[in-house]
């Protein structure tokens, strides 16, 4: 008796944790999808992603990359929603403790899209968390006046935190929008 119990329990506390992640989750990403000239600009904000963990890795000298999947997705009535395109994004911090500045750069799936040095803290934050009216989607993918949405998973590297694999270090969000030509 003793044994089929433990199972259930194991269970319960597995369903707890995701739970609990997920909850996090829900409030962690921010996320705007904006239709213009033929592309869907996608912002997001990642509010509480600059930790102290994450500040104390930068600091340390560590190569610190946030990536981030983005996946513009259909709605589906019956089956599992349709997957229209991915895109991935590394944004990457690394500091140099000789000369007290942040090399910070941006790819967006595997092409490097931007390169800065900074000795500013709030624009690192601002890198690693915030994306702005990126164009990361094509209107010819979709149709009129259907519902789409937009959702983005967040990991950092390297990971800090408690949790063991697969629980720390990932976020997600999505938001909703409909496409009218």
């Keep these: 008796m003793r044994s ?3 199972p259930l329990h ?3 506390a597995l369903a707890l944790v995701v739970f609990s992640s997920t909850v996090l989750a829900a409030d962690g990403i921010r996320i705007t999808p904006l239709v213009r000239e033929g592309h869907v600009l996608v912002s997001f904000d990642v ?3 600059f930790t102290d963990d994450v500040r104390e890795a930068i600091y340390s000298g560590l190569r610190t990359t946030v990536t981030y999947t983005v996946e513009l997705r259909a709605e589906a009535t019956i089956w599992i929603d349709r997957k229209i395109a991915t895109v ?3 944004n ?3 500091y140099d403790n000789l000369s007290r500045r942040h090399n910070i750069s941006r790819t967006v799936d595997g092409r490097l899209e931007d390169t800065r040095v900074t000795d500013d803290e709030v624009e690192v934050r601002e890198w690693l968390t915030r994306l702005e009216k990126l164009p990361l989607f094509k209107t010819s993918q979709l149709e009129p006046n259907r519902e789409y949405y937009v959702r983005v998973y967040a990991r950092a590297r390297p990971r800090t ?3 063991p694999w697969p629980f720390e270090g990932s976020l ?3 938001s909703k929008f409909t496409f009218i030509r």
């Design 47 to 49: 509010p509480n992603g």
């Design 92 to 94: 990457t911090v690394q």
């Design 172 to 174: 997600s969000g999505q």
């Design 10 to 12: 194991l269970w319960g």
């Design 88 to 90: 991935v994004i590394g």
């Design 161 to 163: 935190g408690a949790l």
């Design 4 to 6: 089929s119990r433990a």
